[in-house]
């Protein structure tokens, strides 16, 4: 087939170019203001492929200052968006530990000790600390609240009706075309395959999609992103090594609860001091919170399911809880190398925007707002290109697009970030110091450390539980658990002594039972698995198997042969297993031994 533009994705990224292209490709009295070349006397033929089996199936936590939504939508806070509120509250805590369990570094041991032997004179309540302001970098107090499945759904729906551009949902892209270093179209996924992708009933191979440009915004994971970051290198300096797993609940709060539309509380310190965590009030007392369990949280066991119920259990946030029911449930990873993860942005027949290409600002924590403006100025770029019937060259698209970003806002803000966060690198304590140097000085001053590829930071078993558990306890337990086919960090947890989780069917729920009542999880047959151990043999040497201990799904498990086993139908397509591996990949040093290739399914919740 071919179109003249064709799109890797819609999230917010593809969602801003959509909306700005669409609504300038027609003029009024319905002539094309310039004509296709695949269909001439129409406008631009322009299609965009999303993964996902609805539009609205994405995962975010979603407060934002919507800078540049409100660009493309003036009248924001009146179009009655489902679950929008304006932020009307913020707080930032540093929550205490109030079970004794999390690993503390002695420096956070005497900073807690200090805080709980002054608490009477400070903002103190519940274990936590409240700061007595929000640094004006982290405000988002013009801002506004979303639910990131509502908000894409809105958005979509208004795409669409323009009538200007397609988007198929359900639809995986599985890679570029490239030919001469040019991106020529997509090829979209082999459907009736078994699981390794060879052919079986109903074959059908995946159809070629032609187009003059390639819009990539296939998020942080991406494998397209991947592919091309593959086949044409990133810029001299640049990698993608600094990652977090999201993991959100949306919640109804119980009928009495005191917090109002548009609060927005943002934590640190708890469960563990790497761990951050946020919650966000929709209206009609609906909640969406969660945390981000980063990949400088050097553990071999970091699971995000069972602290994120710590976190939640935590007497300052369980106030605001108790009594509330699971609505939702979802995980996604976070592309937090920002600016320094950039990949080059254009090149012939291909431009990248999004998350994908750098635009998330880890330290104003925001990216939905700088993936759409990459969208739009991606659009205005196009527009312009097409206007002046010029092609879409590298040199073409870096005068267009890539100048047009270089000037603006996202860039500006993006370099202030940049090296925000080096200073997690050595220890919690200097990373905020780190964050709130970049801060205050406008990213002249940072802690700078280039951090380490993931697999160099993940320590054996036996060192991260040294002098809390010994390594005979911890071979025991690994049998137990390999026997069960279970992974590990559960029985770890209880053993360095977090208390059990004192499940009650609503909001306490199992792992399992989250992901049929939160999540919904469904995968279609026909597909090949779109997780991979590339080198078996690294699996069966691994001592951490980080894979099994991180999956937001309970989607892989130990196997019986030293290799993990991957359930396609469990799997949430969050993509921490592509960056939560311990062996680092022979063929390049900068990837580990999973690959995370494009797939089906995944959750089917239109609420987070
Ligand atoms: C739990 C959590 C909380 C967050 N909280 C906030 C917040 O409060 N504020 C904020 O501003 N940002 C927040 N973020 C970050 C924000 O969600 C991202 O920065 C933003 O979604 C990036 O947008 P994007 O369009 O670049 O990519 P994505 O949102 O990742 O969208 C990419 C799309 O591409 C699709 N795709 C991927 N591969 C393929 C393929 N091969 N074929 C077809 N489609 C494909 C995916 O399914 C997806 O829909 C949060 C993120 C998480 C995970
Ligand atoms: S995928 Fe990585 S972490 Fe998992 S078992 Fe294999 S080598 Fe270890
Ligand atoms: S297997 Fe699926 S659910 Fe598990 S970590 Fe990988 S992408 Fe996430």
Same mark, same amino acid.
């Given at each position: 087939?071919? %179109?003249?533009?064709?799109?890797?994705?819609?999230?917010?990224?593809?969602?801003?170019?959509?909306?700005?292209?669409?609504?300038?490709?027609?003029?009024?009295?319905?002539?094309?203001?310039?004509?296709?070349?695949?269909?001439?006397?129409?406008?631009?033929?322009?299609?965009?492929?999303?993964?996902?089996?609805?539009?609205?199936?994405?995962? $975010?936590?979603?407060?934002?200052?919507?800078?540049?939504?409100?660009?493309?939508?003036?009248?924001?806070?009146?179009?009655?968006?489902?679950?929008?509120?304006?932020?009307?509250?913020?707080?930032?805590?540093?929550?205490?530990?109030? &079970?004794?369990? $999390?690993?503390?570094?002695?420096?956070?041991?005497?900073?807690?000790?200090?805080?709980?032997?002054?608490?009477?004179?400070?903002?103190?309540?519940?274990?936590?600390?409240?700061?007595?302001?929000?640094?004006?970098?982290?405000?988002?107090?013009?801002?506004?609240?979303?639910?990131?499945?509502?908000?894409?759904?809105?958005?979509?729906?208004?795409?669409?009706?323009?009538?200007?551009?397609?988007?198929?949902?359900?639809?995986?892209?599985?890679?570029?075309?490239?030919?001469?270093?040019?991106?020529?179209?997509?090829?979209?996924?082999?459907?009736?395959?078994?699981?390794?992708?060879?052919?079986?009933?109903?074959?059908?191979?995946?159809?070629?999609?032609?187009?003059?440009?390639?819009?990539?915004?296939?998020?942080?994971?991406?494998?397209?992103?991947?592919?091309?970051?593959?086949?044409?290198?990133?810029?001299?300096?640049?990698?993608?090594?600094?990652?977090?797993?999201?993991?959100?609940?949306?919640?109804?709060?119980?009928?009495?609860?005191?917090? *109002?539309?548009?609060?927005?509380?943002?934590?640190?310190?708890?469960?563990?001091?790497?761990?951050?965590?946020?919650?966000?009030?929709?209206?009609?007392?609906?909640?969406?919170?969660?945390?981000?369990?980063?990949?400088?949280?050097?553990?071999?066991?970091?699971?995000?399911?069972?602290?994120?119920?710590?976190?939640?259990?935590?007497?300052?946030?369980?106030?605001?809880?108790?009594?509330?029911?699971?609505?939702?449930?979802?995980?996604?990873?976070?592309?937090?190398?920002?600016?320094?993860?950039?990949?080059?942005?254009?090149?012939?027949?291909?431009?990248?925007?999004?998350?994908?290409?750098?635009?998330?600002?880890?330290?104003?924590?925001?990216?939905?707002?700088? &993936?759409?403006?990459?969208?739009?100025?991606?659009?205005?770029?196009?527009?312009?290109?097409?206007?002046?019937?010029?092609?879409?060259?590298?040199?073409?698209?870096?005068?267009?697009?890539?100048?047009?970003?270089?000037?603006?806002?996202?860039?500006?803000?993006?370099?202030?970030?940049?090296?925000?966060?080096?200073?997690?690198?050595?220890? %919690?304590?200097?990373?905020?110091?780190?964050?709130?140097? &970049?801060?205050?000085?406008?990213?002249?001053?940072?802690?700078?450390?280039?951090?380490?590829?993931?697999?160099?930071?993940?320590?054996?078993?036996?060192?991260?539980?040294?002098?809390?558990?010994?390594?005979?306890?911890?071979?025991?337990?690994?049998?137990?658990?390999?026997? *069960?086919?279970?992974?590990?960090?559960?029985?770890?947890?209880?053993?360095?002594?977090?208390?059990?989780?004192?499940?009650?069917?609503?909001?306490?729920?199992?792992?399992?039972?989250?992901?049929?009542?939160?999540? *919904?999880?469904?995968?279609?047959?026909?597909?090949?698995?779109?997780?991979?151990?590339?080198?078996?043999?690294?699996?069966?040497?691994?001592?951490?198997?980080?894979?099994?201990?991180?999956?937001?799904?309970?989607?892989?498990?130990?196997?019986?042969?030293?290799?993990?086993?991957?359930?396609?139908?469990?799997?949430?397509?969050?993509?921490?297993?592509?960056?939560?591996? $311990?062996?680092?990949?022979?063929?390049?040093?900068?990837?580990?031994?999973?690959?995370?290739?494009?797939?089906?399914?995944?959750?089917?919740?239109?609420?987070?």
């Amino acid at each position: 087939m071919d %179109v003249d533009i064709v799109c890797v994705g819609f999230g917010p990224a593809t969602a801003g170019f959509l909306t700005t292209l669409s609504r300038q490709l027609v003029n009024t009295d319905g002539t094309p203001v310039v004509q296709s070349n695949v269909l001439p006397g129409m406008p631009p033929q322009v299609v965009c492929y999303e993964r996902a089996d609805d539009i609205c199936f994405g995962v $975010s936590g979603v407060v934002t200052r919507a800078r540049a939504l409100r660009e493309s939508f003036p009248e924001l806070e009146k179009a009655g968006i489902p679950m929008s509120a304006a932020v009307s509250e913020e707080r930032v805590l540093y929550l205490l530990d109030p &079970a004794g369990a $999390s690993r503390r570094s002695t420096v956070l041991r005497m900073v807690d000790a200090v805080i709980r032997a002054t608490k009477f004179a400070l903002p103190f309540e519940n274990h936590a600390l409240s700061l007595p302001w929000t640094p004006a970098f982290l405000h988002k107090c013009d801002g506004m609240i979303f639910s990131m499945g509502q908000l894409m759904q809105w958005v979509g729906t208004q795409v669409q009706g323009s009538g200007a551009v397609q988007i198929w949902p359900g639809t995986p892209v599985s890679q570029a075309i490239i030919e001469e270093n040019k991106v020529i179209g997509v090829r979209l996924l082999d459907q009736g395959v078994d699981q390794k992708g060879n052919p079986a009933d109903g074959f059908t191979p995946g159809m070629d999609v032609r187009a003059a440009l390639t819009v990539v915004g296939d998020g942080p994971v991406g494998a397209i992103g991947q592919q091309l970051d593959t086949h044409f290198g990133l810029p001299n300096g640049n990698h993608v090594r600094d990652w977090a797993i999201g993991m959100k609940f949306v919640v109804d709060l119980a009928q009495d609860t005191p917090l *109002k539309p548009g609060t927005v509380l943002h934590t640190f310190g708890y469960p563990e001091p790497e761990i951050f965590g946020f919650l966000y009030v929709h209206p009609d007392r609906v909640a969406s919170l969660g945390i981000f369990v980063p990949s400088w949280f050097d553990s071999p066991a970091r699971t995000a399911y069972r602290y994120l119920q710590h976190w939640m259990l935590h007497p300052y946030l369980w106030r605001y809880l108790k009594g509330g029911k699971l609505r939702s449930w979802g995980a996604k990873t976070l592309g937090e190398s920002g600016r320094r993860g950039e990949p080059y942005l254009a090149g012939n027949g291909y431009a990248r925007i999004g998350e994908g290409s750098g635009t998330t600002n880890v330290l104003t924590g925001s990216g939905v707002d700088e &993936a759409w403006a990459s969208g739009t100025q991606l659009a205005e770029a196009v527009l312009d290109l097409l206007k002046a019937k010029k092609t879409f060259t590298k040199q073409n698209l870096d005068e267009a697009y890539v100048k047009r970003r270089r000037s603006s806002w996202l860039e500006k803000e993006s370099v202030v970030a940049e090296k925000s966060r080096d200073g997690f690198q050595r220890g %919690v304590a200097t990373g905020m110091l780190g964050m709130a140097l &970049a801060g205050f000085t406008k990213g002249r001053i940072t802690l700078a450390r280039e951090p380490a590829q993931p697999w160099k930071r993940i320590p054996s078993l036996e060192d991260y539980y040294s002098g809390r558990i010994c390594p005979k306890d911890l071979a025991e337990l690994r049998e137990e658990c390999k026997a *069960k086919n279970i992974s590990l960090h559960a029985a770890l947890m209880d053993r360095v002594g977090w208390p059990a989780i004192p499940f009650d069917g609503q909001l306490l729920v199992s792992h399992q039972d989250a992901l049929l009542m939160g999540g *919904k999880v469904q995968a279609q047959h026909g597909y090949a698995d779109h997780i991979v151990f590339q080198h078996p043999e690294l699996c069966q040497r691994c001592g951490a198997r980080l894979c099994i201990e991180a999956c937001s799904g309970q989607a892989i498990t130990p196997g019986q042969t030293g290799v993990p086993v991957f359930d396609r139908e469990k799997c949430v397509h969050c993509g921490a297993c592509l960056w939560n591996c $311990s062996q680092v990949n022979p063929e390049d040093p900068d990837r580990m031994n999973i690959a995370f290739r494009a797939g089906t399914g995944g959750l089917h919740s239109a609420e987070n």
